[in-house]
């Protein structure tokens, strides 16, 4: 049962190039969305989050963009950076829970 | 910037042996976490717990799992049998209030069950 998926296991992006990322979700329950990023031999870290009640948040080079309508939410980063290259995570927590559903994630590599 | 810090890194252990993973979460923090990823999958969540006792788990988290806060510092997950689908890269993680989102996770330790 995937509640959240990211179907694009890997993304290829120039440097100063925009990355893209993307990923869905079923639960209609869920009432915040967030974006972590994993570094090999490292645990996630917290890059951005969205709460159900926006469809939009901007941190710098990153952008996040929720669509409720079609349970979609993108993570935007102009320009990719070669230090940007790791596997993001898409992740949405339950109103009814105390827990984060994450996704499979999806490796991004930036080349210069 | 205060982290959270698992030992060991690696974990190699015998098909039905126990084995106790080690989290010091940030010092003020409150609620604690595990996850796991195994290789290929999502990172999956396990257990949460608060002011000592779980406050939610999930179906995977059964009867062969516990978790302690033995001390002011430590938080352990114990699997009393391991399994040969154990084997997993164990995440813990901590916040400083209720339902933060913004989790602090440590580096992982690395389970393999042979």
């Known amino acids: 049962d995937q509640q959240v998926k990211q179907n694009s296991p890997s993304l290829s992006v120039q440097e100063g190039r925009i990355s893209i990322l993307n990923c869905d979700y079923t639960n209609s329950m869920f009432d915040y969305f967030l974006w972590y990023k994993k570094y090999p031999a490292e645990g996630p870290t917290f890059l951005i989050s969205?709460?159900?009640?926006?469809d939009k948040n901007e941190d710098g080079r990153f952008t996040v963009f929720l669509n409720k309508s079609a349970k979609h939410l993108s993570l935007h980063i102009v320009p990719s950076q070669p230090g940007d290259s790791a596997v993001y995570f898409c992740a949405a927590r339950d109103v009814n829970t105390d827990k984060l559903i994450f996704g499979t994630g999806t490796r991004l590599q930036v080349f210069p | 910037e205060p982290e959270v810090t698992q030992t060991p890194s690696h974990q190699v252990t015998q098909m039905g042996q126990e084995v106790i993973l080690r989290c010091v979460p940030i010092s003020n923090h409150l609620y604690f976490y595990w996850y796991r990823q195994i290789l290929g999958q999502k990172v999956e969540f396990l257990v949460s717990?608060?002011?000592?006792?779980?406050?939610?788990k999930s179906e995977i988290f059964d009867d062969q799992f516990s978790v302690e806060r033995p001390d002011g510092s430590n938080f352990t997950l114990k699997i009393r049998s391991t399994k040969l689908e154990d084997s997993a890269m164990y995440f813990c993680?901590?916040?400083?209030?209720?339902?933060?989102?913004?989790?602090?996770f440590g580096s992982g330790t690395q389970l393999s069950v042979l």
């Open positions: 993680a901590s916040s400083p209030w209720d339902r933060n989102e913004k989790l602090f």
């Open positions: 717990f608060y002011n000592n006792e779980i406050s939610e």
């Open positions: 969205i709460s159900s009640i926006k």
